[in-house]
């Protein structure tokens, strides 16, 4: 049986967290090997996404991200609500964009995903979202390599954020063509919107971590 309003999610209408995710103001900071993909996620569950991004599509990409080949040299924000309204039609796909670059002047919103690259954006990212005191909700840090993927979360209630904080001098660098999976970038996406739909319907009680090593298999969950 199909129920009516659930204009195609029907599948998971019955989940807890379904009702308060139906058009729930959210940010997706960083629309590239994990943004991409949890913006469509978003979407596709019902969530209002805000997806922001100041960097174009270009080959590289493609391999990577929730992209097609008519996003080449197109604003990655702007490209990715594109083809989200192909999949989903443009009357689902509650997706809005900002084509420039975070700032720490922006105000967040209290519930916010961090999807950039380099440690000192996510840093002031962090900080924004801190700034909002007793308004912030839930901060979820996606990371990635090509076999590995993180997870980090902080509440209001919870936050030891820093702990797993470093100068980008610090970071592993990896090889240019061993950086980014669709695979392992989908995965950390459905990661961090499994850890938000269980803060939405579990009494807030999310990890702290998820960390998932793909060359042997293994996870660990703090």
């Known amino acids: 049986m199909v129920l009516e309003g659930t204009t195609g999610r029907a599948r998971f209408s019955k989940a807890e967290w379904f009702v308060k995710m139906q058009n729930l103001d959210v940010i997706v900071i960083g629309a590239g090997g994990i943004g991409s993909w949890l913006g469509h996620f978003l979407a596709r569950a019902g969530a209002k996404p805000i997806i922001q991004d100041m960097d174009l599509y270009d080959i590289n990409n493609i391999g990577g991200q929730l992209c097609t080949m008519d996003s080449l040299h197109k604003n990655k924000a702007e490209s990715l609500k594109n083809v989200v309204d192909i999949m989903l039609g443009p009357q689902n796909n509650t997706m809005s964009y900002i084509p420039h670059e975070f700032t720490n002047e922006q105000v967040l919103l209290p519930i916010t995903f961090c999807c950039v690259d380099s440690m000192r954006a996510r840093r002031t990212i962090y900080d924004s979202w801190l700034s909002l005191g007793d308004d912030r909700e839930i901060f979820i840090d996606g990371r990635m390599g090509a076999e590995a993927s993180q997870v980090f979360t902080a509440t209001k209630d919870k936050d030891n954020y820093l702990e797993n904080w470093f100068p980008d001098i610090e970071a592993d660098v990896a090889p240019c063509a061993y950086k980014a999976t669709s695979h392992i970038g989908s995965m950390t996406a459905s990661y961090m919107m499994n850890v938000f ?26």
């Open 197 to 222: 739909t269980n803060y939405l319907s579990n009494d807030n009680r999310v990890p702290d971590s998820i960390i998932y090593y793909g060359e042997d298999l293994n996870m660990e969950i703090k």
